[in-house]
């Protein structure tokens, strides 16, 4: 079955950075766009970023612009978002997930296939 597995997030003060990574496996990787999403406590779940299957466009939400980078290693079946200059405000639980489509509504969560079960951020000021 379709797994994505995400990695690296814990505890960092403000003004740090982590890098996030999302494993895949029982999909054809490269078929799918990737995204992270967040979802804060007592807060819908939103959209942070997205990358194309072979990785040539990207997408960020304006409050990550400037601060965030994905990218995506295809012969690794993994993406990875780099989080930098981190805010308390960026707290919240960190989810990538899958998706065939073409996009259109990039920023919804109902556009994604599959999801990861989410890994943890927590910035202290």
């Known amino acids: 079955q379709v797994q994505l597995v995400e990695s690296g997030g814990g505890l960092v003060q403000a003004g740090g950075s982590l890098r996030l990574s999302c494993t895949a496996s029982g999909l054809t990787f490269t078929s799918y766009s990737m995204a992270w999403f967040r979802q804060a406590p007592g807060r819908e779940r939103e959209f942070v970023a997205r990358i194309s299957q072979r990785g040539y466009s990207t997408y960020y939400a304006d409050f990550v612009r400037g601060r965030c980078s994905i990218s995506r290693d295809n012969a690794k079946n993994t993406v990875y978002l780099q989080l930098n200059s981190l805010e308390p405000a960026d707290t919240a639980v960190y989810y990538c997930?899958?998706?065939?489509?073409?996009?259109?509504?990039?920023?919804?969560?109902?556009?994604?296939?599959?999801w990861g079960q989410g890994t943890q951020v927590t910035v202290s000021s």
């Open positions: 997930a899958a998706d065939s489509s073409s996009g259109d509504y990039y920023r919804s969560q109902s556009e994604y296939d599959y």
